[in-house]
């Protein structure tokens, strides 16, 4: 059962440029109780170009009927809005666990709308396309995107080597280019302050992220051939970019690897299985183009 302020709006939303004291412990605990839940953590982008970010803190006089209140406004929730550049940007919508269930994503969803007007985009924010995650097939976030009308984009899986599982033999450490930023497909769930490296060996590339200082897992992503590679080839050569790719972080010290393959990437994670990467989670990937 859900209760609110007689006649009073379901949400206020309070603009800033980073969370206040109040938010920061409400995104601590979210994180704690979704771990526990199976689903993964958001995992804030650096940005792009411009690197802007807009905090909206969420406040609402909604409440559950088991948790005690007295119809007064309490923070329930917080929207992150990273700018990646071009228009793009990146959507983290983090409920109080104490607060779910009870409408205030949908409240939220409704106050800012799909509409991008004119030059002061989104919200106000200057974007017009927005990408966004559900960790872990979070069926929350999946229940909003249905009634918002919002297409899944993309289906990502996430499979982990565990740290106790041996460096393939024969693997070679691979050459390190210049680092580099997440590409336009991973904008919406790329991590932290950690750099990305290019990586490559003469059967291809793939960028990999070191072990997080909090001891989260080491990552490759964008995994990709040689140009040239024959079909029958593409399997092994794929396999020695991953191998290449995991020596190199287990040289930085790394326990568990994370690596990132879309769902209809066969030959990917055909040649993960083999290198005994299991699977974790399965993310969905949302684009949202938003009608000016």
Known sequence: MTTSALGADPVRLRRTTA??????????????YDAEMGFGPPRPDRGGSSGATT?????????RHDVDHDDAYVLAGVLTIRDLGDGTGAADLVVDPRRRAIGVATAVGEELGTRAVGGGGWAGTGLHTLHAVAHGSH????RLARRSGV????????LVLPAGEATP???????????????????????????V??????????????????????EITGVTVATGTPPEALRPALGAVVT?????LREQGAGDIEAVADHDD???????????FEHDRSDLVFHIGLVG
């Not at 905090?55 to 409440?63: F, Y």
């Open 151 to 158: 297409a899944t984009a993309a289906i990502r899986h996430h």
């Open 169 to 195: 033999e024969g693997a070679v450490p691979g050459r390190a280019g210049e680092p580099t930023g997440p590409h336009t497909g991973d904008r919406a769930d790329r991590a932290d302050d950690r750099g």
């Open 19 to 32: 969370p206040s004291a109040a938010a920061r412990d409400l995104l601590d605990r979210a994180a704690r």
């Open 266 to 276: 066969e030959p990917l994670l055909e040649a993960l299985r083999p290198l005994l």
């Open 197 to 218: 490296v290019r990586i490559g060996v003469a059967e291809g590339t793939a960028r990999v992220r070191a072990p997080g200082p909090d001891g989260g897992p080491a």
């Open 139 to 142: 069926p929350a976030a999946e």
């Open 55 to 63: 905090v909206i803190e969420i406040d609402t006089c909604l409440h």
């Open 244 to 248: 290449a790719a995991v020596t190199r």
